[in-house]
């Protein structure tokens, strides 16, 4: 069975840090895609981040760009969401997600969510001013 899980999430005051680590088990992702998305109170789930499957090419929504980075160890079949300068509207529910068939995206734009074919539960990131 096929189980992504989310941790590293918490409360933390803007300008702080959090590191996200995602564990897939079940399956082998090093050939995959692999991204983070966020849920906001209310809200659809929106992208974040992306990345190929060596870690060679990375995608990242404007508002965090500059600001957040993906990683992902495949020897460990983890991936990572480091997040920094943080503010109150990063606050929201943090996915992991994988996609099964293919190890990068082509084109300028990165995968939609849609054709992702994993999610975890989501891990919550509270943002204080």
């Known amino acids: 069975q096929v189980q992504l899980v989310e941790s590293g999430g918490g409360w933390v005051q803007a300008g702080g840090s959090l590191f996200l680590t995602c564990t897939a088990s079940?399956?082998?992702?090093?050939?995959?895609?692999m991204g983070w998305f966020r849920q906001f109170p209310g809200k659809e789930r929106e992208f974040v981040a992306t990345i190929d499957f060596n870690g060679g090419i990375t995608y990242y929504a404007e508002t965090v760009k500059g600001r957040f980075t993906i990683d992902r160890d495949n020897a460990k079949n983890l991936v990572f969401l480091q997040m920094n300068s943080l503010k109150p509207e990063d606050t929201a529910v943090y996915f992991c997600a994988a996609e099964k068939d293919r190890p990068f995206w082509v084109g300028p734009s990165p995968l939609p969510e849609e054709e992702y074919d994993y999610w975890g539960q989501g891990t919550q990131v509270i943002v204080s001013s």
């Open positions: 079940g399956r082998d992702f090093s050939a995959n895609v």
